[in-house]
């Protein structure tokens, strides 16, 4: 029997080619959970431009009033890069944000709504 990955047909074991059965292969199913993740994802953010705050209604504030933060996954294409609460609307790239606040020892989770 000869094992196919029914998403990108590579195939994951060898065998008999009259007896193909389907599966699904281990970068099939990141890029799956992946996906899944975004549709409830907070995206970590820590304050841009040296600016820090002593608590969550200081960062619920500024979060509010369109402050800058930066992007702290290092797995985003937009690591480092400033973003606000118009940009995350915009790009709908996730339903929360994680900021990291007083000296970044604090995390507050906020809706990006
Ligand atoms: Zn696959």
Avoid at 21 to 31: I, L, P, T, V
Avoid at 66 to 94: G, H, M, T, V
Avoid at 106 to 112: D, N, Q, S, T
Wanted: charged share 30%; proline share 4%.
């Amino acid at each position: 029997m000869k094992l196919v990955c029914a998403w990108c047909n590579i195939v994951m074991e060898q065998g008999d080619p009259d007896h193909v059965s389907h599966g699904m292969c281990f970068k099939c199913y990141g890029r799956l959970l992946q996906w899944e993740d975004t549709v409830d994802r907070t995206m970590p953010l820590v304050p841009a431009y040296g600016r820090d705050y002593q608590n969550v209604k200081q960062v619920a504030d500024a979060w509010k009033a369109d402050k800058d933060f930066l992007i702290a996954d290092q797995d985003s294409p937009w690591y480092n890069k400033p973003a606000n609460r118009s940009d995350l609307l915009a790009a709908k790239e996730c339903t929360r944000v994680a900021i990291r606040y007083h000296s970044k020892k604090r995390v507050a989770i906020l809706e990006v709504k």
